[in-house]
Structure formats: C-alpha cells, structure tokens
Nanobody, 121 residues
Framework: QVQLVESGGGLVQTGGSLRLSCAAL????????MGWYRQAPGKQRELVAG???????NYADSVKGRFTISRANAKNTVSLQMNSLKPEDTAVYYC???????????????WGQGTQVTVSS
C-alpha cells in the first residue's frame, strides 16, 4: 500500500512562515512529479507548486517569490516553504505525487489527506 503523509500545517499570523512536508511511503518504483495543491472553502482545488524528478519547478502566480518547493528524491519527500503568508493563503493543502508502484506498474495520481493552513489577519 502506498500513501502520502503530510505534516507541518497550522495557524500563523500574516507575514509569518510555515513549512509543509510530505513523505511518500510504500512499495514505490518511481516518482515522476510531486507537488502541492490547496483548496479554500467554496473554491476549487488549485495547484500551488510542482517539481519534477529533475528539479524543474512551477508555481502559481499568487505564490511566486513567497513559496519554495523542494524535493529529496532519495527520501521520496517534498517540502513547501511558505513565507510572507497572507490570509488568502488559508486553505487545506494537499500533497500530490505521480508514481509507479509495484502494484500498478504504471503512473498513477496519489493524494495526501490534507493539512490545514490558516493565516490570521
């Protein structure tokens, strides 16, 4: 069984920082891309940041310059450093990974359980 385990959410004041981490656990053969999405109440889930196995990154315009995604391929982990947080960053943040496992033997989309980030004004 494969799972994505997230940690690091919480409550922070405007201008503060948080770091989210996600570990992919289980019978993993390979991971092509990893990333973070978020979903605020009443809104659709949106991509925050993504990173490929080669280290190429992409960010939502709203977080560029404030958030940094990083990945440790050897440990199957991805992190999101969030600085200068704003109230509009408040959402449930989900870890995402496209992985091949010993069960599927093809690329499949996996999601973490989500972690709440709340930024108070």
């Amino acid at each position: 069984q494969v799972q994505l385990v997230e940690s690091g959410g919480g409550l922070v004041q405007t201008g503060g920082s948080l770091r989210l981490s996600c570990a992919a656990l289980g019978n993993i053969v390979s991971i092509s891309s990893m990333g973070w999405y978020r979903q605020a109440p009443g809104k659709q889930r949106e991509l925050v940041a993504g990173i490929t196995s080669g280290g190429s990154t992409n960010y939502a315009d709203s977080v560029k310059g404030r958030f940094t995604i990083s990945r440790a391929n050897a440990k199957n982990t991805v992190s999101l450093q969030m600085n200068s947080l704003k109230p509009e960053d408040t959402a449930v943040y989900y870890c995402n990974a496209i992985m091949v496992t010993t069960t599927t033997l093809y690329n499949r989309n996996y999601w973490g359980q989500g972690t709440q980030v709340t930024v108070s004004s």
